[in-house]
């Protein structure tokens, strides 16, 4: 559909010309149209809600000042509410249409850098800058982490249009430079920092999630136009659960319909149908398991999957199939609910007979004596469970103490998944989303011996207790303590990214001070080392006030800048006019150096406020040294002021003080440079304890690593050698999945492994 042409242009970057033949257009077109029309409704729906959102913060303010300014910002937002809009579409709109036009490019920020990369504030970023700057970092991270599915898909698509690759950060409908042009318009208002993290936070919800539905009409318009219609729809999430846009998109709150509605809706359908058979692939994959291990015994190499998942069935042999009645579901939820409010073994202690003996005795003891036994799918559902639960309890990114904790929510799931299936098929369902929140929170833990309510331990043990005393039938709880515990790690990971954030930029600037100093005393020290007598009062100047000159410029302009350069030619020039002139033109060429030298010198030692005296002294004594060099006399240094000694270079010391350090080519040093920035690792302590650690910093200059705790707080600073040593011992392992949802993870390596024992 479309041919690509290199065109030379004058600019510095080559830009690229798309030229889509009739149908291409036609087809961009269309899809202009829907992302065009689906954005004014998000946007008009976003204002609306805000509107809401401030009043009725202002109506609960607790102070004055704080009403007054919701109030004032209710106000503003009002008045540039169209601006805003109209600017907002015009600049996504614009990025769109230059993507078929130019071709792609990095869509990249506009934004003024962190104030740590301006010299003269080597601390910390000002705090409204930086909160500002996580909410935006956020949105991007969660919208990515949200649709990447859905954008995969439009990447290979727009990116056939095109007729070359498309990448992320060059598709104008990614949540990047959408997050990027919103907060340029937002960045602008005269209002608050509280007002802009609301205004962000309903950015998120009202465009940010909805947009899912938008980016999935799209790709289905492309489906239906015949742009790689074969890739796999698994790669589609369903908008389904998305409100509806809202505003020119819709006619008294239903959504109008359009053209591609109907392939958006089979879209739909497809992807639902796929998430629906996950369950119904288990059921098939474990009465296969039946039939082929009636021992009941778990399958023979199951255990070599790490982390392994067993076939360990829960289901009490005498009710399991058979010609008798069968217990309904609700009665067997009776059964369950008696059975989660007993006193039991603490989890990982009690085994699946034990629990299966304790349901056998109970539902009997309800049907009185008669037999029964359950419905396929029931028992399916507690092999399942079973199964999930096992993984938990066998999983390395969780601690011991939170598998315990975590894994009494057995029996409650139990009960979920039982009257609810979509457990299994929707990874948004507030059980299994506060399950994962759950295990994902609990995977960064380390036991400090904290057990207190205000910790997370304490968190997480309150809303495990929560569930087992109140859970009946209605999962309505499990929705309101996520929302409860998804505040919780939203207030946690905020403090948290702002003190990692504020130790990087210390580190960073320490770093950046450090190799300056080095950089400076390695330019002073070469031109020393080339001159076999320095004066006194030359080396003064060069070792004292002109070193930090040099370290100021090179800290402020860089390395590249004219000022750095000027700074290297005034030490030139100071060392050059102390030496005799034995010429008559080298006596004129110094006669006119030394006012600008001088002058140079002082503007210089100004800057960094050197002591005046000091450098009227130092002055006089280089008048002296030029009267000298003019009569071509030499002023010889004392022997031990002459001399520069080379630099020691010391032998590495091994971190323990026996082993040797891995060599660079080593596998645990590869690996070591290779761990990117938020690797989560597990520390081994001398007394036994186990820490865990985030990667939070590597060095671009030196090999120094930054880990910090789950609270954001430096803990550890070690070189690359240091890192790959622990790895090579063993006191050290790499969590490998602690972002990956734990539930997701648990289902799919059940698939996986009941197909290998099927297929075995």
């Not at 510095?12 to 291409?24: F, I, P």
């Not at 579409?89 to 990095?106: I, Q």
């Not at 304890?689 to 070690?718: C, P």
Request: glycine letters at 8%; aromatic letters at 6%.
């Amino acid at each position: 559909m479309a041919t690509t042409s290199n065109v030379l242009s004058f600019e510095r970057r080559r830009t690229h010309t798309v030229s889509l033949d009739a149908s291409g257009r036609r087809v961009v077109d269309a899809c202009r149209r829907l992302w065009q029309e689906g954005l004014e409704g998000l946007l008009d729906g976003l204002f609306e809600k805000l509107d809401d959102a401030l009043y009725e913060l202002a109506d609960k303010s607790e102070s004055n000042q704080l009403q007054s300014e919701y109030f004032t910002a209710m106000r503003v937002l009002r008045k540039v509410r169209p601006d805003i809009q109209r600017q907002y579409l015009a600049v996504v709109m614009g990025d769109f249409d230059r993507l078929w036009r130019e071709g792609p490019r990095h869509l990249t920020s506009e934004s003024e850098p962190l104030a740590s990369d301006r010299f003269g504030d080597l601390g910390l970023v000002a705090n409204d800058e930086l909160e500002e700057s996580l909410a935006v970092s956020n949105l991007i991270s969660k919208g990515e982490n949200r649709h990447h599915q859905e954008l995969d898909a439009l990447d290979q698509r727009f990116g056939h249009l095109l007729g070359q690759p498309l990448d992320r950060h060059s598709n104008p409908l990614a949540p990047e430079p959408l997050a990027h042009h919103y907060r340029d318009l937002i960045r602008e208002l005269e209002v608050g920092l509280p007002v802009k993290l609301v205004i962000y936070k309903l950015f998120d919800k009202q465009v940010m999630d909805p947009i899912g539905g938008l980016y999935a009409r799209i790709d289905a318009l492309l489906v239906g136009q015949g742009v790689l219609p074969h890739l796999p729809r698994g790669r589609l999430r369903s908008p389904a659960g998305v409100e509806p846009v809202r505003g020119r998109g819709t006619v008294g709150g239903v959504a109008r319909p359009s053209s591609p509605s109907a392939e958006a809706e089979s879209a739909g359908s497809v992807q639902n149908a796929i998430e629906g058979e996950v369950f119904a692939t288990l059921s098939q994959l474990l009465s296969r398991y039946r039939r082929q291990h009636t021992d009941g015994g778990a399958p023979p190499g199951l255990q070599n999957v790490a982390p392994a998942v067993p076939v360990t069935p829960v289901v009490p042999a005498g009710l399991s199939g058979g010609s008798t009645p069968e217990f309904a579901t609700s009665e067997l939820v009776a059964a369950l609910t008696d059975l989660q409010h007993l006193d039991l073994p603490a989890a990982g202690e009690s085994t699946p007979a034990t629990l299966a003996g304790h349901l056998q005795a109970i539902l009997q003891k309800g049907s009185q004596g008669q037999p029964h036994h359950l419905a396929a799918a029931d028992q399916d559902t507690l092999d399942v469970i079973s199964m999930l639960f096992e993984f938990i309890l066998e999983d390395r990114a969780l601690p011991d103490a939170m598998k315990a904790l975590i894994a009494r929510l057995q029996i409650p799931i139990l009960k979920v998944a039982l009257l609810d299936k979509s457990f299994f098929s929707h990874k948004l369902h507030p059980a299994r989303r506060l399950l994962n929140d759950l295990s994902q929170a609990a995977a960064s833990w380390t036991d400090e011996g904290d057990r207190s309510g205000n910790g997370l331990y304490g968190r997480i043990e309150a809303i495990v207790e929560q569930v087992i005393a109140e859970f009946e039938d209605d999962p309505g709880i499990f929705e309101r303590l996520g929302r409860e515990f998804a505040a919780y790690l939203e207030r946690e990971q905020r403090g948290a990214e702002i003190a990692e954030e504020r130790t990087t930029q210390v580190t960073r600037g320490k770093e950046q001070l450090r190799a300056a100093r080095a950089r400076v005393s390695d330019e002073i020290g070469r031109r020393l080392k080339g001159r076999p007598a320095v004066p006194v009062v030359v080396r003064d100047l060069l070792e004292g006030g002109w070193r930090d000159v040099m370290l100021l410029t090179l800290l402020r302009n860089g390395e590249d800048s004219a000022d750095w350069h000027k700074a290297l030619m005034v030490a030139d020039q100071l060392l050059w006019s102390c030496e005799p002139k034995s010429t008559y033109a080298d006596r004129q060429e110094l006669l006119r150096a030394i006012p600008k030298l001088l002058r140079d010198l002082r503007e210089g030692l100004s800057e960094i406020s050197f002591d005046q005296h000091r450098t009227a002294r130092l002055f006089k004594e280089l008048q002296s040294l030029h009267i000298a060099s003019l009569r071509g006399q030499s002023v010889a240094a004392p022997q031990h002021l002459a001399a520069v000694s080379e630099p020691v270079v010391e032998a590495p010391v091994p971190a323990d003080g026996g082993e040797t350090p891995p060599a660079e080519d080593d596998a645990f040093m590869r690996r070591a440079q290779a761990l990117p920035v938020g690797t989560w690792l597990e520390m081994k302590e001398t007394d036994g304890r186990r820490m865990r650690i985030k990667l939070s910093w590597k060095s671009d200059v030196t090999d120094a690593f930054i880990f910090v705790n789950r609270k954001g707080i430096k803990v550890l600073e070690m070189t690359q050698a240091e890192v790959a040593q622990m790895l090579q011992r063993g006191t050290a392992e790499v969590l490998e999945e602690v972002e990956s949802p734990l539930v997701d993870r648990a289902l799919g390596a059940m698939v996986e492994n009941l197909k290998r024992v099927a297929g075995e």
